[in-house]
């Protein structure tokens, strides 16, 4: 088993910054592949970035790609979302979310139900 807890979120005005953390905790070889998503109020969830654990190469949605950075820490089993330039269709519950399976094929990435483990989730409101 594998337990993801998120934290970092918050209120911010638009064009803020937040960054959120996502303590992994369990298997360490269940988390090859580990992602953030979100899910705006009334809407669908839909991927946000994901990261390889072993070598840190990184994926981004084009919605975010320049405004948003994932990164990890090994050291500190942490993965990390730096979010800055925010806007309020940013605003939604963020998910961290772990997958056993170490990802080279970019067509995985991006899917939910490529993940095996899910966080809590963590909420994110941009609003002045």
């Known amino acids: 088993q594998v337990q993801l807890v998120e934290s970092g979120g918050g209120l911010v005005q638009p064009g803020g910054s937040l960054r959120l953390s996502c303590a992994a905790s369990g298997r360490t070889f269940g988390r ?18 994901a990261v390889r654990w072993t070598d840190g190469i990184s994926y981004h949605a084009d919605a975010v790609k320049g ?11 942490t993965v990390y ?7 309020p269709e940013d605003t939604a519950v963020y998910y961290c979310a772990a997958s056993t399976r170490e990802y080279y094929n970019r067509v995985y990435i991006p899917r939910g ?4 483990y899910w966080g809590q989730g963590t909420q994110v409101t941009v609003s002045s």
């Open 67 to 77: 405004r948003f950075a994932i990164s990890r820490d090994n050291t500190k089993d």
């Open 81 to 87: 979302l730096q979010m800055n330039s925010l806007e």
């Open 32 to 49: 090859a592949t580990m992602a953030w998503f979100r899910q705006p109020p009334g809407k669908e969830r839909e991927f946000v970035a």
């Open 113 to 116: 139900g490529s993940y095996d």
